[in-house]
Structures are given as structure tokens and as C-alpha cells.
T-cell receptor
Framework: AQSVTQPDIHITVSEGASLELRCNYS??????LFWYVQSPGQGLQLLLK??????LVQGIKGFEAEFKRSQSSFNLRKPSVHWSDAAEYFC????????????FGTGTKLQVIP | DAGITQSPRHKVTETGTPVTLRCHQT?????MYWYRQDPGHGLRLIHY???????DKGEVSDGYSVSRSKTEDFLLTLESATSSQTSVYFC???????????FGPGTRLTVT
């Protein structure tokens, strides 16, 4: 069964610092991969997605993610964090070839300090 | 933003009472989903629908039922609410099962 792991429950970074949120998935097929962001009291918003092609994917709000098949990872990055990036981030994965449902990670809560 | 609304946005109810949450979309997407979000669990799928009158169970379907009589509406019913069903409920839509989801704003349900 497919699964996705976000090993960091909570991360704190200073405003202006770089950010990397980790995501690892587990299953053998070629995956579709997603990152979502959830601001407090809001629904989830899609940041970026990977289906195929270039393994470095650009998203909204200055975020990017890199698919590394050898490491089964899809880490989210941002070179310079803004206070408005404080939110919870969810990685999600699904088998591209089948009719399976998207599986979400348990989320990483990002705190940004001045 | 995708046109998804949920109603009510907040509800407090007593244990044992029935509760129905509504999701409405204006995107004409085939797939609709109900998730619950709880601390430490992320998002868990309750039920989903792949067409009018076509539904299937998710990973946490016990105690919930759904109905979809129109493409645009997907209802989630708690027949007899329990305190363990206190949660934030999100509706989502997608064009296909393995594509990105678009989420509604959520419904915060408290069962006392």
C-alpha cells in the first residue's frame, strides 16, 4: 500500500532563512506527487505538483520541490521564507498508473520567527 | 479558486443527534470527497463519489454515510453523532481519482 511520511512535525525558521520540508513516499510505481499548504482556519491549497518530466517543479508563492526517485523523496524548498509562509504543509502521493486514492502525509507545521 | 462551498461552516451538536454536512461545487468535477482532519492524523478519507449515486468508502467510513443526487452536491451524514466525530471536515473535488484535489473551506463540527 502506498504511504507518505513527513518526518518533521514542527519546524521553526527565521524570516529570510531558507526552508526545506521533507517528504518520503513508499511504493514501487511511478508516483504523482503534490504539496499543499493550509493556513490557520483555511482549507488546503495546492502549491505544486509533479506528474512527469523535469524533476524540479516550480510552484506558487516562490516554492519549489525536487523529485528524487532514488531517495523516494519529494522535498519542498524555498530560498527565503516570509512571515506569511507560517502554515501547515502537507505532502501527498498517488500511483500514477492505477485507480488509487491520493494519500496525504500527516503534515509539517512551519513557524516563522522575526 | 475552485468553486467549492461547505455548509454549515461551524456546528455544535449533542451526542446521538443526526448531522448532515453539505458540499456544493460549481466546477462540474466528477469526483467528490469527504475528509476529516485531526491533529496527528493529517487528512483521512471518509467517503468519496465518482458520479451521481456512485459512492465508495474511504479509510474511516464507520459512522458516516453519504449521498450524491446531483453532480454538484455531496452530502455527509452522521446518523448518530459521537464525541469521536468532533473534527474539521473538508470536502474536495477532482477531475479524476489520482489527480490533485481542490478543497473547500471546511466545517468545524463539535459533538458535546
Amino acid at each position: 500500500a502506498q504511504s507518505v511520511t513527513q518526518p518533521d512535525i514542527h519546524i521553526t525558521v527565521s524570516e529570510g532563512a531558507s526552508l526545506e520540508l521533507r517528504c518520503n513516499y513508499s511504493y514501487g510505481a511511478t508516483p504523482y506527487l503534490f504539496w499543499y499548504v493550509q493556513s490557520p482556519g483555511q482549507g488546503l491549497q495546492l502549491l505544486l505538483k509533479y506528474f512527469s518530466g523535469d524533476t524540479l517543479v516550480q510552484g506558487i508563492k516562490g516554492f519549489e520541490a525536487e523529485f528524487k526517485r532514488s531517495q523516494s523523496s519529494f522535498n519542498l524548498r524555498k530560498p527565503s521564507v516570509h512571515w506569511s509562509d507560517a502554515a501547515e504543509y502537507f505532502c501527498a502521493v498517488v500511483d500514477s498508473g492505477g485507480y488509487q486514492k491520493v494519500t496525504f502525509g500527516t503534515g509539517t507545521k512551519l513557524q516563522v520567527i522575526p | 479558486d475552485a468553486g467549492i462551498t461547505q455548509s454549515p461552516r461551524h456546528k455544535v451538536t449533542e451526542t446521538g443527534t443526526p448531522v448532515t454536512l453539505r458540499c456544493h461545487q460549481t466546477e462540474n468535477h466528477r469526483y467528490m470527497y469527504w475528509y476529516r482532519q485531526d491533529p496527528g492524523h493529517g487528512l483521512r478519507l471518509i467517503h468519496y463519489s465518482y458520479g451521481v449515486k456512485d459512492t465508495d468508502k474511504g479509510e474511516v467510513s464507520d459512522g458516516y454515510s453519504v449521498s450524491r443526487s446531483k453532480t454538484e452536491d455531496f452530502l455527509l451524514t452522521l446518523e448518530s453523532a459521537t464525541s469521536s466525530q468532533t473534527s474539521v471536515y473538508f470536502c474536495a473535488i477532482s477531475e479524476s481519482l489520482n489527480r490533485d484535489r481542490y478543497f473547500g473551506p471546511g466545517t468545524r463540527l463539535t459533538v458535546t
